[in-house]
């Protein structure tokens, strides 16, 4: 089994800085890709940003391009989202994912396809 959790989360004025971290554990062998994703009240989850185990390669939303960037340190099994200059619109539940599938074939899906999933942690952005 694997689990994440995320932290991190709370209340941002608009144009403010938070950073989400996501720690990975339980059967977690091998090289996996981790992703951030996020679900407004009332719309449908959507992907955020994803990136490879060594980190040399990354995707991410148009909408946070510029803005968001994610990272991970592999030896603490963990997966940041770093969220500058935010906006209302960014409030939403985020999630992180995991997948030991490659990040090309997770790509192909816009990475909803992965398969291990957190419970989520709650930004809000206030104007």
């Known amino acids: 089994q694997v689990q994440l959790v995320e932290s991190g989360g709370g209340l941002a004025q608009a144009g403010g800085s938070l950073r989400l971290s996501c720690v990975v554990s339980g059967r977690t062998f091998g090289s996996y890709v981790m992703g951030w994703f996020r679900q407004a009240p009332g719309k449908e989850r959507e992907f955020v940003a994803a990136i490879n185990w060594g980190s040399s390669s990354t995707k991410y939303a148009d909408s946070v391009k510029g803005r968001f960037t994610i990272s991970r340190d592999n030896a603490k099994k963990t997966v940041y989202l770093q969220m500058n200059s935010l906006k209302p619109e960014d409030t939403a539940v985020y999630y992180c994912?995991?997948?030991?599938?490659?990040?090309?074939?997770?790509?192909?899906?816009?990475?909803?396809?992965?398969?291990?999933w957190g419970k989520g942690t709650l930004v809000t952005v206030s104007s």
């Open positions: 994912a995991a997948d030991w599938r490659s990040f090309s074939a997770l790509a192909a899906t816009m990475f909803h396809s992965m398969n291990y």
